[in-house]
């Protein structure tokens, strides 16, 4: 069974409107990264959250980490078409190498 | 901070053909190394990582080999290319990934 869930799969928005993806893992997280990746190139590091609770932004991307550290959302304001991309979360489940990751949310913002 | 280097981007391999991808690392020593594939739809799947020069651990059973020359190369393999061997190829040293290479087997 898949451990570390995205949702949704994919997104159309309107350029200007919100949006927020979210990741669920069935264990507890040591830590969750999150990475953007336009088609054919390689990831590009968001952000990364460890403590429960935590939130972290850059420029219109905010990332949560939920107290009991098994969830974690991305909430991008204002899209643009800039934004477009597949978003992924990879899971750090302590067990001191790869992360896992989500299958990934593919986003497109239209004009 | 460090740098993920791979190549080629792009490769177009005929079935059976053997194949050699190669990562490099900037701005740091004695990594973790890490070799993803990514199939349209499925994410990221670890198929190799390894410590240490010479030290490799295989997550999947599978066609490709990996090898670890040097401190700060890896290099990923295969003797015969199957059409399922497709795919975009990711290295990662942590949580700092390469640029990829896609590869395509025909």
């Known amino acids: 069974s898949q451990e570390l869930e995205q949702s949704p799969q994919s997104l159309i928005v309107q350029e200007g409107k919100n949006l927020t993806i979210n990741c669920t893992s069935s264990k507890t997280l040591y830590g969750l990264y999150w990475y953007k990746q336009k088609y054919g190139e390689g990831l590009i590091f968001l952000m990364m959250?460890?403590?429960g609770g935590e939130e972290k932004s850059h420029e219109k991307i905010t990332a949560k980490l939920d107290e009991k550290k098994q969830q974690s959302s991305l909430h991008i304001t204002a899209s643009q078409p800039s934004h477009a991309g597949i978003y992924l979360c990879?899971?750090?489940w302590g067990s001191g190498y790869a992360l896992n990751f989500g299958k990934g949310t593919s986003l497109l913002v239209t004009p | 901070s460090q740098t993920i280097h791979q190549w080629p981007a792009t490769l177009v391999q005929p079935v059976g053909s053997p194949l050699s991808l190669e990562c490099t690392v900037e701005g740091t020593s004695n990594p973790n190394l890490y070799w993803y594939r990514q199939a349209a739809g499925r994410g990221l799947q670890l198929l190799f990582y390894s410590v240490g020069i010479g030290q490799i651990s295989s997550e999947v059973p599978q066609n490709l080999s990996a090898s670890r020359p040097q401190d700060r190369q890896f290099i990923l393999s295969s003797k015969k290319l199957l059409l399922s061997d497709s795919g975009f190829y990711l290295c990662a040293d942590g949580y700092t990934f390469g640029s990829g290479t896609r590869l395509t087997v025909v």
């Open positions: 990879g899971a750090d």
């Open positions: 959250l460890q403590k």
